[in-house]
């Protein structure tokens, strides 16, 4: 006897579309507070959004496909190029665990602080007050990572918080 289950396609409460499911384990939709079902890049924009309304986020600090440091959420819809970082060690229960901050233009165009501690990919978000930072080009070229050219970065954030 064979036994198949069937279940309803997930529609995101955004924009109406079916939320397919993505090679391996995942559901293919995000969870919002509230308990709405928003597809990926639903999930997307509403982070982006409460980025820019709350100045925080809990992102991801990983590798793109080229090796290059960025911060982003957790499907990879929401991507921001690292433009400098630091590895230092974090004092922890009696020990020390290594610690990477990266900073990174956000989505309103000011500079952004991500905090990762220990053995994860999950990095504490928040933005800075920076106006100016001088970090590495988010392209190849004569100012590519390694080369001694750094690109100055300035903040066009205008908003109060």
């Known amino acids: 006897m064979t036994t198949t289950t069937t279940t309803n396609p997930v529609i995101c409460s955004r924009c109406g579309a079916e939320c397919s499911k993505q090679d391996g384990w995942t559901t293919g939709y995000a969870t919002l507070p509230g308990g709405d079902k928003v597809c990926f890049d639903c999930a997307a924009k509403h982070e982006r ?7 925080h986020a809990i992102l991801y600090l990983t590798h793109d496909t080229n090796g290059k440091w960025q911060v982003g959420n957790w499907s ?4 921001f190029p690292v433009i400098w ?16 901050d990266a900073w990174f233009i956000g989505p309103d165009g000011a500079i952004w602080h991500a905090k990762n501690i220990g053995d994860m990919d999950a990095a504490r978000c928040r933005r800075t ?12 070229g004569p100012g590519a990572m390694g080369s001694g050219w750094y690109t100055k970065y300035t903040s066009t954030y205008t908003g109060s918080k």
């Open 49 to 55: 959004e409460a980025m820019i309304e709350d100045g």
């Open 76 to 79: 990879g819809r929401l991507t």
């Open 85 to 100: 970082w630091e590895n230092s060690e974090h004092s922890c229960f009696g020990g020390y665990t290594q610690r990477t």
């Open 129 to 140: 007050r920076k106006k100016v930072m001088w970090g590495y080009p988010r392209s190849g």
